[in-house]
């Protein structure tokens, strides 16, 4: 069974940093597109940022020049540095691993982000 499990949320004042990771467990092979969404609440869930296996990335406009995504394709891992984080960040925090011929949709269990002083 596959897993997705993220890490590294938390509470950040504004103009913090964090780091999120998400780590694939199980059989899961040919990992196309690695990506993080958030869900504020009373909102629906938005792209964050997407990373391809060749490593082409596309960033929502909230977040270009302030998060970078990366990935590790030997450690299943897709990563996202945020900086200058901003209270309208706050929201649940998601990976998405689109897997196989078909583009079979994985997602982790969220974390939470919250930047507040």
């Known amino acids: 069974q596959v897993q997705l499990v993220e890490s590294g949320g938390g509470l950040v004042q504004p103009g913090g940093s964090l780091r999120l990771s998400c780590d694939a467990s199980?059989?899961?092979?040919?990992?196309?597109?690695m990506g993080w969404y958030r869900q504020a609440p009373e909102k629906q869930r938005e792209l964050v940022a997407v990373?391809?296996?060749?490593?082409?990335?596309n960033y929502a406009d909230s977040v270009k020049g302030r998060f970078t995504i990366s990935r590790d394709n030997a450690k299943k891992t897709v990563y996202l540095q945020m900086n200058s984080l901003k209270p309208e960040d706050t929201a649940v925090y998601y990976c998405?691993?689109?897997?196989?011929?078909?583009?079979?949709?994985?997602w982790g269990q969220g974390t939470q982000v919250t930047v507040s002083s």
């Open positions: 998405n691993f689109k897997a196989g011929v078909y583009e079979y949709n994985y």
């Open positions: 199980g059989s899961i092979f040919s990992i196309n597109t």
């Open positions: 990373i391809t296996r060749g490593g082409n990335t």
